[in-house]
T-cell receptor, first 113, second 114 residues
Framework: DSGVTQTPKHLITATGQRVTLRCSPRSGDLSVYWYQQSLDQGLQFLIQYYNGEERAKGNILERFSAQQFPDLHSELNLSSLELGDSALYFC????????????FGSGTRLTVV | AQTVTQSQPEMSVQEAETVTLSCTYDTSENNYYLFWYKQPPSRQMILVIRQEAYKQQNATENRFSVNFQKAAKSFSLKISDSQLGDTAMYFCAFMNLPIGDMRFGAGTRLTVKP
């Protein structure tokens, strides 16, 4: 157990639907990061939050949004889902800047049918 | 924008032998960090080793070591005495400060053969 908790572990939904992925960071970590990993590909950076504030944004689609709450947990909202959104979504956390590396959750496997 | 390139999509090595995975990166920054992550079939992302760009000494963690060549922007991972449990995808990653968002390469799939 890495200390980063992601729920749900698996999610199957239909095209056009909206889903919410949840992440609880490791205790003491203030930064949360979201990544998308499509089948057998690398990790694409989506967005970063630090202590409730958006800090960096990567290749995140306009249909996707995220937020970090006062208790530091984060949610990634995916709307108007398409087949191509099927992927493994990782959340990671770190102490402040992450220069000691990120701690990753086990991911949420999203399948859009 | 920073880019990370892993030119070896797949590699294999015999158990107990040594293998080196390559990684190059492109940046105009001077203050940054480099990482190698391992992703076994379980899909969990596991930090293997990290390197601070301002340190010339190569990082070592047990059987894992890096060859960091800052001028060449190269950051290779050497795995000594390979074990079956080393079979995984290996991702090279770059992170610059102060933002701290980590960017990953496409990965190298390593298979350790008995």
């Amino acid at each position: 157990d890495s200390g980063v908790t992601q729920t749900p572990k698996h999610l199957i939904t239909a095209t056009g639907q909206r889903v919410t992925l949840r992440c609880s960071p490791r205790s003491g970590d203030l930064s949360v990061y979201w990544y998308q990993q499509s089948l057998d590909q690398g990790l694409q950076f989506l967005i970063q939050y630090y202590n409730g504030e958006e800090r960096a944004k990567g290749n995140i689609l306009e249909r996707f949004s995220a937020q970090q709450f006062p208790d530091l947990h984060s949610e990634l909202n995916l709307s108007s889902l398409e087949l191509g959104d099927s992927a493994l979504y990782f959340c990671a956390s770190s102490v402040v800047g992450g220069n000691y590396g990120y701690t990753f959750g086990s991911g949420t496997r999203l399948t859009v049918v | 924008a920073q880019t990370v390139t892993q030119s070896q999509p797949e590699m294999s090595v015999q158990e107990a032998e040594t293998v080196t995975l390559s990684c190059t990166y492109d940046t105009s920054e001077n203050n940054y960090y480099l990482f190698w992550y391992k992703q076994p079939p379980s899909r969990q992302m596991i930090l293997v080793i990290r390197q601070e760009a301002y340190k010339q000494q190569n990082a070592t963690e047990n059987r894992f070591s890096v060859n960091f060549q800052k001028a060449a922007k190269s950051f290779s991972l050497k795995i000594s005495d390979s074990q079956l449990g080393d079979t995984a995808m290996y991702f090279c990653a770059f992170m610059n400060l102060p933002i701290g968002d980590m960017r990953f390469g496409a990965g190298t799939r390593l298979t350790v053969k008995p």
